[in-house]
């Protein structure tokens, strides 16, 4: 089975700390993606990356950025954290090609928490 | 923007009654898929349908797309109350990303 692996399951970090979100997975998957999931908007896209070396931007990027220089593992930095990124990251991966966005595999979610 | 509604937001049952949720969606797509999530916990894949499928089985799991409405359903049969957790309806839409709804909770009492 699929394994993506999230570093920590609960978090909690001061304001304006520099924060990395670690995610790792063992099926050799070309594509990994960075979710945040909040209470009534269900989940978000923050960052993807296609490749190693790539990255695209999601639909709520700002404050943060990504790292991915090996294939396995897809790292999520908050530069400087704020109170308002408070939130459940989740992390994904899925095979390549045109069937990028089919059968997302989850890690388990890290709780983040901005104090 | 959300291009996947769930409805209900919640939905309560007995063990060994139905479940039922829809999704609608607003764009043009080239699959849905169903996932689900217990609670605090990442998110499991369940069923895909494409967008030339009408009907997909697997398991107690049954989804059916209408693509001239734009919705799609996902009825659970025989409800166990290990399906309690909350389940979302991703879309492909118009662009490149997966569009997840905001989920529907069901409860499944014994």
């Known amino acids: 089975d699929v394994k993506v692996t999230q570093s920590s399951r609960y978090l909690v970090k001061r304001t304006g700390e520099k924060v990395f979100l670690e995610c790792v997975q063992d099926?050799?998957?070309?594509?990994m993606f960075w979710y945040r999931q909040d209470p009534g908007l269900g989940l978000r896209l923050i960052y993807f990356s296609y490749d190693v070396k790539m990255k695209e931007k999601g639909d709520i990027p700002e404050g943060y950025s990504v790292s991915r220089e090996k294939k396995e593992r897809f790292s999520l930095i908050l530069e400087s954290a704020s109170t308002n990124q408070t939130s459940m990251y989740l992390c994904?991966?899925?095979?390549?090609?045109?069937?990028?966005?089919?059968?997302?595999?989850f890690g388990s979610g890290t709780q983040l928490s901005v104090l | 923007s959300q291009q996947g509604e769930e409805d209900p937001q919640a939905l309560s049952i007995q063990e060994g009654e139905n479940a039922t949720m829809n999704c609608s969606y607003k764009?043009?797509?080239?699959?849905l898929q169903w996932y689900r999530q217990n609670s605090g916990r990442g998110l499991v894949h369940l069923i895909l349908?494409?967008?030339?499928?009408r009907e997909k089985h697997s398991g107690r799991l049954r989804v059916t797309l209408d693509t001239s409405k734009k919705s799609s359903s996902l009825l659970i049969t025989a409800s166990r109350a290990a399906d309690t957790a909350s389940y979302f309806c991703?879309?492909?839409?118009?662009?490149?990303?997966?569009?997840f709804g905001t989920g529907t909770r069901l409860q499944v009492f014994p």
């Open positions: 349908i494409r967008s030339n499928e």
């Open positions: 994904a991966s899925s095979s390549q090609g045109g069937t990028r966005n089919e059968k997302l595999f």
């Open positions: 764009t043009s797509i080239n699959n």
């Open positions: 991703a879309t492909d839409g118009s662009t490149d990303k997966l569009i």
């Open positions: 099926m050799d998957h070309e594509n």
